[in-house]
């Protein structure tokens, strides 16, 4: 079974033992937390060699009468190399850690559900780890850049102060991945054409979100 099947089995759990009953909330400031998997799009050497662990994020938003709001956070993801993957024998990983600004629309449509949706967006510290770069004198590879990742989030209420979220997100790096970044040797069959195109991924993952004060 995927993970992505087990986290929808998850979600769906904890959609059927929620209070479906729960009064309606009015957000105002708001302390959410989103954890999740990462899953490589392009370009072609990073989807074809590195694979998601984990992307979480966490943040304060605080929402206006008409519904526009406003967030500051931190985020992070985790890829590591597939050694199945590549021609070498190597261990490695990229961290990827990120300060956020985020602008978009968070809603309750009706007393149980709601939608928050908007764009994230920040700098990005991107940190490459294997035993070859440290073999090499090389301790890791670190490469700054900026980032954007529109999101689309569903939320269920669990009481007036709590919710849940399943979210999606689709993020742009601005960074060329290429497999010399790990410290491999050669290019293991990509074209190196590919290597300045932006790094992308796909987030998919839950949130839990905390309102301090709801509008009455």
């Known amino acids: 079974m995927s993970r992505l099947n087990i986290y929808c089995i998850i979600f769906a759990l904890i959609i059927a033992s929620g209070n479906l009953d729960a009064q309606n909330i009015n957000p105002r400031a708001s302390f959410q937390v989103n954890i999740g998997l990462p899953v490589n799009t392009t370009n072609k050497a990073f989807k074809g ?83 070859s770069l440290t073999s090499q004198g090389n301790r890791n590879e670190i490469s700054r850049n900026f980032y954007i990742e529109p999101q689309v989030g569903i939320m269920l209420t669990m009481d007036e102060n709590t919710s849940i979220k399943l979210a999606v997100g689709y993020v742009f790096q601005d960074f060329g991945f290429s497999p010399s970044l790990m410290g491999l040797s050669s290019n293991n069959g990509f074209d190196s054409a590919n290597f300045n195109k932006i790094t992308q991924y796909l987030t998919i993952g839950f949130g839990y979100t905390h309102y301090f004060k709801t509008r009455k």
Do not use: P, R, W
């Not at 956070?73 to 261990?91: A, D, H, M, P, R």
């Not at 939608?115 to 920040?122: L, N, R």
């Open 49 to 131: 060699i590195m694979q998601g662990l984990v992307n979480g994020s966490t943040h304060f938003q605080y929402t206006l009468d008409n519904t526009l709001c406003f967030g500051l956070g931190v985020n992070y993801s985790y890829f590591t190399l597939n050694e199945f993957k590549v021609s070498e024998k190597i261990k490695g990983g990229l961290q990827m850690g990120s300060l956020f600004a985020k602008v978009g629309q968070e809603k309750f449509h009706t007393s149980n559900f709601g939608t928050d949706i908007g764009i994230k967006a920040g700098y990005n510290f991107s940190v490459f780890n294997s035993d």
